[in-house]
Structure formats: structure tokens, C-alpha cells
């Protein structure tokens, strides 16, 4: 075990599994101390452990301590309230850590910015963090699009990836209530092109993009439908009634057969048409004359 001494002072062990084997809160208490002082051990897998409130918060208080860990995998315990904080302080003053895995943690929109706060505001020169694993947490829209935010602002960054969605295999295996897609929208999307252009080393692994008109239980329903926006627009196929190319006329009051992306997009939203961030991008390149960003849509 890692709380002997034996194994405290160890100077071979270098990587330590201990996943699925009920640790509990006070087990995750007892291990904080040799994880602290020990400067040796280089990867250590905590996942699916039962940690919660104390257990939680005394494992990522040790992270400050760390100077050999380069690789945590806390994922399946909890992270909330005063975890979460003590995670994006640990974050902010850790310069070990390269992979930090903390999925299904239970981690909400608060901890989520905070803990990208906490990568801004730390010194990224000395930060190593490459891989930061949050899926499967209870991250909203909303709090998806203020941690996309966080990101923006950074200008240099070491971070090469952020996981925001589970696998295949574990959408499949693990129950619903259990497992929390984190949705996409298109100021979602938007940002993360924005944060693509500014930071292109960085890859941003995300969830289920929002249907842009639907609901979360609408997309669930309907499988996904996405409207063709090409055949609404060259076909003049009727959408709730209305051209799409009639919205657009009544907008262009300069009648020059060309709008705004944002005007597109509210053409979109008035008929309630369905689509993808990605299919507003594709019209913008194909449908623009003069690499304005402008849309033809004559």
C-alpha cells in the first residue's frame, strides 16, 4: 500500500494502480500524505474509488505538495464544493502534472471555470499540463460556454487536449443517470473555432452539438434531422411555410444579394430550421464572392 512506509520512502515504485478498490473517504484522506512527500511515483490511478468530501480534498491538497506526479487519474469519485475549489488551486500552483484525468466527478459549472481559471492565471511557462480529462460531468451549455471563455483568453498554452466527451463504449455500457453528455451549442462552436485559430495545438474533444431549434429531448427523439441549407436555399423549398431566400430579401435592404453570416443565421432561426454550426461554416465558404465573409445567397 501506498500509506506504509515502506512504500512512502520508495525510490523504484514509479507507477501505482489502485482503481476499483473501495477506498473510500478515509482511505483517500490516508493516502494524501505519501502522495505529497513522495517524489518518486509518476503515475497513480485513483479511479472509481468512492472518494468523496474529505477524501476528495485532502488527495487534491496534496497535488501543491507534488513535485514527481505527472500523471493522476481520479476520474468516478467527486469533486464538488470544496474538492472543486481545492482541485483549481492545486491546478493553478502544480508544475508536475502533464495528465490529469478527472472524469464523471461530478463536477459542475462553477468548479469547471474555476478549474480554467486556474489555468489561466497560473504560470503557464512552468505548467506542464498537456491532457485534462472533464467528460462526463455535470457541466451545462451554459457552463461549457463559459469555460470555452477561459480558454480564449489564454495566449500561450502547453495544454495539447481537453476531453469534454466519453467514448463510444462508455455511452453504451454505463446508465444515463449516470453518464451526462455535455451539449454543444453554436456559441459553443463559434468559441471553439475562435480557440482553434488562436490555439492550434490545442484540440478540443467535445460532446453532441446542439441542433440549433431543438431541444436536448428533440434531438433525442428525432435521432438528429439537419435541413439540407443548400436545397432550402437554391431549390426555394418552403420551411414553416417561408422561402429562405424570402427572409434573406427583406433583410438585404441594399438589395445586393448578399448578407451577413449573422444575418444568415437569423434568417435560420426565424423559419426554425435545424442545423450544425459546421453547415454555416461550409455556406459561408462556398456561397462568399469576395472572401468578405459575406454570403451570396442570389
Not at 501505482?16 to 490516508?30: A, D, H, M, V
Not at 506526479?69 to 502534472?97: D, M, P, Y
Not at 459549472?109 to 497560473?122: H, I, M, P, R, Y
Request: charged share 25%; hydrophobic share 40%; net charge negative.
Amino acid at each position: 500500500m501506498l500509506m506504509s512506509p515502506n512504500c512512502q520512502f520508495n525510490r523504484v515504485l514509479r507507477t501505482l494502480n489502485l482503481s476499483r478498490n473501495c477506498i473510500g473517504s478515509e482511505g483517500g484522506e490516508q493516502l494524501a500524505d505519501p502522495i505529497s512527500s513522495n517524489d518518486t511515483l509518476t503515475h497513480l490511478d485513483l479511479s472509481w474509488n468512492c472518494i468523496v468530501n474529505a477524501g476528495s480534498v485532502a488527495i487534491v491538497q496534496s497535488l501543491k505538495e507534488n513535485i514527481g506526479l505527472q500523471s493522476l487519474n481520479f476520474s468516478w469519485n467527486t469533486l464538488v464544493k470544496t474538492a472543486g475549489t481545492e482541485l483549481a488551486r492545486a491546478i493553478h500552483e502544480n508544475t508536475s502534472l502533464v495528465e490529469l484525468r478527472i472524469r464523471g466527478c461530478r463536477i459542475d459549472d462553477n468548479v469547471a471555470e474555476a478549474v480554467c481559471q486556474s489555468l489561466f492565471t497560473g504560470s503557464m511557462e512552468e505548467s506542464k499540463l498537456v491532457i485534462m480529462d472533464l467528460s462526463r460531468n455535470s457541466i451545462s451549455t451554459r457552463g461549457v460556454l463559459r469555460l470555452l471563455a477561459q480558454l480564449k483568453r489564454m495566449e500561450t498554452t502547453k495544454l495539447k487536449e481537453i476531453i469534454l466527451e466519453a467514448s463510444f463504449i462508455i455511452q453504451l455500457v454505463l446508465c444515463t443517470k449516470l453518464c451526462h453528455d455535455i451539449y454543444f451549442d453554436c456559441p459553443c462552436m463559434r468559441l471553439v473555432e475562435e480557440i482553434n485559430q488562436k490555439l492550434p495545438e490545442l484540440q478540443i474533444v467535445h460532446g453532441p452539438e446542439l441542433i440549433v431549434g431543438n431541444t436536448v429531448q428533440d434531438i433525442k427523439s428525432e435521432g438528429g434531422k439537419f435541413a439540407d441549407l443548400f436545397a432550402l436555399l437554391r431549390l426555394g423549398i418552403r420551411y414553416d411555410g417561408r422561402r429562405l431566400v424570402d427572409v434573406l430579401l427583406e433583410m438585404d435592404t441594399e438589395h445586393t444579394q448578399l448578407v451577413t453570416v449573422e444575418q444568415f443565421v437569423e434568417a435560420l432561426t426565424k423559419l426554425s430550421v435545424n442545423y450544425r454550426r459546421s453547415q454555416i461554416r461550409e455556406v459561408s465558404q462556398r456561397l462568399s464572392r469576395q472572401s468578405d465573409g459575406k454570403i451570396y445567397y442570389g
